[in-house]
């Protein structure tokens, strides 16, 4: 099962920072939007950000302003840059690419901030 590559999610204190980066194999061809979601505990799974291939960005709004969605084509990779970070975006993030081929998703990774 193909499967994005997700780095970067560790523990920080509130007001910290942290850079997410997914990764897209190259089976994966004709992607137009991708995505970071994150879930927390006890909560439904809810949009952060996303990008289309021509730089379109769309942010939830408890994140404007704090967080910077990017993507590099070439290597079918998207980047979250997250600053400062709140307890309450403790959560477990998820890469999501969409295109030709459908929805793919990452493993997740954690991302816990300490007040």
């Known amino acids: 099962q193909v499967q994005l590559v997700e780095s970067g999610g560790g523990l920080v204190q509130a007001g910290g920072s942290l850079r997410l980066s997914c990764a897209a194999p190259r089976s994966i061809f004709g992607i137009n939007i991708m995505g970071w979601h994150r879930q927390a505990p006890g909560k439904q799974r809810e949009l952060v950000a996303s990008?289309?291939?021509?730089?379109?960005?769309n942010y939830a709004d408890s994140v404007k302003g704090r967080f910077t969605i990017s993507r590099d084509n070439r290597k079918s990779t998207v980047y979250l840059e997250m600053s400062g970070l709140k307890p309450e975006d403790t959560a477990v993030y998820y890469c999501e690419t969409h295109g030709r081929l459908g929805d793919y998703w990452g493993q997740g990774t954690q991302v816990t901030v300490s007040s």
């Open positions: 990008i289309t291939n021509g730089g379109m960005t």
